[in-house]
């Protein structure tokens, strides 16, 4: 488990270094996210809270590269009388967007490679006849890879995006503001 936190920790200043060489708050955006869970995994979790920052600095009139850094929370899903683990997400990579008119400016799809740093509490559960069985934590490290579509329109940028990490695979949604909107 130390050694999770050691990547965290790592993860966290090659973020902030990335966004200190980038230079100018002009293409930070701000951004609300929801996660929501697809195939085994939504069994079992619930809808995804949280939030993001992200750089996008354009290479050419459609094309722009980005880093971005968030924080995702799921709640488990109760089966019977079982409640299921709650999980906090931290993805932290990069990635690509091509715009289909011009740069920073409307429709774009794109493609986002994350690391992602996971736990998970796992609730105890009170059997009968045998006592309290489980209950604990488990942190876990996981690539994904993120294709997803957008809108940006001046200061405000949506997105969706089909993450795929592991058995951990769901639709993220964001809603987000532009810090200086075009520039």
Request: aromatic share 14%; glycine share 20%.
């Amino acid at each position: 488990m130390k050694q999770n936190n050691v990547y965290k920790k790592g993860a966290l200043l090659i973020l902030i270094a990335c966004f200190a060489v980038t230079g100018a708050f002009a293409q930070f955006s701000i951004g609300a996210n929801l996660g929501l869970p697809m195939g085994t995994f939504g069994d079992f979790q619930g809808i995804g809270f949280g939030g993001s920052l992200r750089y996008d600095k354009a290479i050419n009139d459609n094309l722009s590269w980005g880093v971005t850094g968030g924080f995702l929370s799921f709640g488990g899903k109760s089966i019977g009388t079982f409640s299921g683990a709650s999980m906090t997400m931290i993805p932290v990579g990069g990635g690509i967007k091509y715009y289909f008119t011009e740069s920073n400016n409307g429709m774009y799809g794109g493609l986002d490679l994350t690391m992602n740093f996971i736990s998970q509490t796992i609730p105890s559960v009170v059997i009968p006849g045998f006592g309290t069985v489980g209950g604990g934590s488990v942190s876990t490290s996981e690539f994904g890879i993120g294709p997803g579509i957008g809108y940006r329109a001046g200061s405000f940028d949506v997105s969706a995006r089909y993450n795929i990490i592991s058995n951990f695979s769901f639709v993220g949604l964001r809603v987000a503001y532009v810090l200086g909107g075009n520039n």
